[in-house]
């Protein structure tokens, strides 16, 4: 099974300004990596996927990179809207699994 | 719109059954792979059962394998999980999810059905 581990576990950044969330998978994933947003109370929304690409209707603002096994989500100018959980998840191969999550919260 | 609707969840002593489903609208539903992906209230997420679009092909979590099945029955556009000899572990927000991407990655979650197993 691949492990997927995301860094830091908690992110504090003001509005308006940049994050940048990690993720590392045990062993190479190629591009096949996604990422999704969680509020509470409510189910993950797919932001990225192939690594790199947007979903439908995600913001400009959300962008990913890496392959193999280093992953970076990117949001360049944080919104309100914004503040949520952030998982990464790996579908190389079955078991597909999913990071731990950086909880991404108001400076 | 595509819709996922989970029902099923409810209190269940360990060792005990519950059989979750999900009615999909708005989509050909036949032609997704669907999964089970649960979570443990304020945890992580973790994937623990997998179907192709005909059904052919199905996929566990070692976690799931040998208690619990997926299925689906096209014909209602339903799909199903089948939980049998359930532990207190197993307590969790089950959600299913549409598959793309040769079902790998998820773009349409249900709200998710609460399971939890007490005594």
């Known amino acids: 099974e691949i492990v997927m581990t995301q860094s830091p576990a908690t992110l504090s950044v003001s509005p308006g300004e940049r994050a940048t969330l990690s993720c590392w998978a045990s062993?190479?994933?190629?591009?096949?990596l996604a990422w999704y947003q969680q509020k509470p109370g409510q189910a993950p929304r797919l932001l990225i996927y192939g690594a790199s690409t947007r979903a439908t209707r995600i913001p400009a603002r959300f962008s990913g990179s890496g392959s193999g096994t280093e992953f970076t989500l990117t949001i360049s100018s944080l919104q309100s809207e914004d503040f949520a959980v952030y998982f990464c998840?790996?579908?190389?191969?079955?078991?597909?699994?999913f990071g731990q999550g950086t909880k991404l919260e108001i400076k | 719109e595509v819709q996922l609707v989970e029902s099923g969840g409810g209190l269940v002593k360990p060792g005990g059954s519950l059989r979750l489903s999900c009615e999909a609208s708005g989509f050909t539903f036949s032609t997704y792979a669907m999964s089970w992906v649960r979570q443990v209230p304020g945890k992580g997420l973790e994937c623990i059962s997998g179907?192709?679009?005909?059904?052919?092909?199905?996929y566990y979590a070692d976690s799931a394998k040998g208690r619990f099945t997926i299925s689906r029955d096209n014909s209602k556009n339903t799909l199903y999980l089948q939980m049998n000899s359930l532990r207190a572990e197993d307590t969790s927000v089950y959600y299913c999810?549409?598959?793309?991407?040769?079902?790998?990655?998820?773009?349409?979650w249900g709200q998710g059905t609460l399971v939890t197993v007490s005594s």
């Open positions: 062993q190479s994933v190629s591009s096949n």
């Open positions: 998840q790996h579908y190389k191969n079955w078991p597909y699994t």
């Open positions: 999810a549409r598959g793309l991407g040769f079902g790998g990655y998820y773009d349409s």
């Open positions: 179907v192709s679009g005909s059904g052919g092909s199905t």
